[in-house]
């Protein structure tokens, strides 16, 4: 195999590996932990669930589940301002109650829930606020929220945890302007669902959640894969290119010297002279050349025609003219057993009767006879 065959191989091969390293780099990136079930948790969990209003205690919650999946009971009365049923689940266990995890990791966490009846309800991240936060008072929690809505078919809610907001109230309380919305998503307590404003009063409703995933990218291996990349293909380009410049280089010197064509020496009376043979042994059986259009074909005069063919054979244009006919008729006649008219016509004459004219003057015999001798010397 040829250096440029193993260099274009080397470059597929390369080109291949390089896809296929950052498909399989870009799919190991991606994360998905699953909360549920508890058993296969990535992170050990409690569920709680708490129940109030502003005034009077008019809503009650009941944790129905919180093994297999995350469901709960409540109603929310319509005679207490400001009422709440709070379903959560805190990152801690019995070795650990005061557990904080790392979610910066994670763009999103994936819930599939259902509700009955519709609903609106909170969804409340719990993150450690420094000088605020008093462990493990859950309420001493930064609160960063969005809001989601569910109903009684099954449907998979997406949270950007990236993009949550703190509410007014928590930022008041803490005497902290509104404009102060980082949280820190490294020190994560927990998180909870909670019943909303638009939540409906005086009905019994529930919420059950299937899923809990936890969806992110890990971009190390990207990273790894795009850097051993670049190396190895900046050392194939440091190899490969100067071996292509000099091929190139090679290249075009060999098509400069094929290209090139020695100026010739030839008398300028010699190159026309083999121009008008060369032509005339080409044309001799066309019918209509003629002296006129050798000229108009060769670009040499009538003149130089005569000179040349009277210095080269003694014969003027049309004595040089029959000759080669002839001669290639009686060729024709003897060796290809070619008609008398076959041959005549095949030589470039036109009038049966001229050619037996000439045939005769030249050779002492007509056509037809001259064929004989060809005919008997074999029978066969």
């Known amino acids: 195999m040829s250096a440029s065959k193993k260099i274009q191989l080397l470059f597929c091969l390369l080109l291949i590996a390089s896809i296929a390293a950052f498909w399989g780099a870009v799919e190991r990136s991606n994360i998905q932990h699953e909360l549920l079930p508890r058993s296969s948790s990535v992170y050990p969990w409690r569920a709680w669930a708490n129940a109030g209003a502003h005034q009077g205690q008019s809503a009650s919650i009941d944790l129905r589940e919180s093994t297999y999946n995350l469901s709960a009971d409540f109603t929310l009365g319509s005679d207490a301002q400001y009422p709440y049923a709070n379903l959560g689940l805190t990152f801690d266990d019995e070795e650990n109650s005061d557990r904080l995890i790392d979610l910066s990791m994670y763009q999103s966490v994936v819930f599939r829930i259902k509700c009955r009846p519709a609903n609106v309800l909170t969804f409340s991240l719990y993150t450690y606020a420094d000088k605020i936060t008093r462990i493990p008072d859950i309420t001493s929690y930064r609160l960063s929220e969005t809001f989601l809505s569910c109903n009684q078919e099954w449907r998979d809610v997406r949270i950007n945890l990236q993009a949550l907001s703190t509410p007014g109230w928590w930022l008041g309380r803490h005497q902290m302007n509104l404009a102060d919305q980082d949280y820190r998503l490294d020190k994560a307590r927990g998180f909870s669902i909670i019943s909303s404003t638009e939540s409906p009063r005086d009905t019994p409703s529930s919420i059950i959640i299937e899923s809990i995933v936890f969806a992110g990218r890990d971009y190390f291996w990207v990273y790894l894969i795009a850097g051993l990349a670049v190396v190895l293909w900046s050392s194939f380009a440091y190899w490969a290119i100067p071996y292509w410049a000099a091929q190139r280089s090679a290249r075009t010197e060999t098509s400069a010297l094929i290209s090139y064509q020695p100026v010739t020496a030839e008398p300028k009376h010699e190159r026309e002279k083999a121009v008008v043979l060369a032509y ?101």
């Open 280 to 380: 005339l042994a080409r044309e001799y059986s066309n019918a209509e050349l003629s002296v006129e259009s050798t000229v108009n074909s060769t670009g040499v005069n009538r003149t130089k025609i005569n000179n040349i063919l009277r210095d080269e054979t003694g014969l003027t244009f049309t004595g040089y003219l029959n000759k080669v006919r002839l001669t290639e008729a009686a060729r024709l006649l003897a060796n290809e057993r070619m008609g008398v008219a076959e041959a005549a016509f095949a030589v470039g004459y036109s009038s049966l009767s001229y050619f037996n004219r000439v045939f005769k003057k030249e050779y002492g015999c007509p056509p037809s006879t001259y064929k004989k001798p060809a005919d008997t010397a074999n029978p066969t």
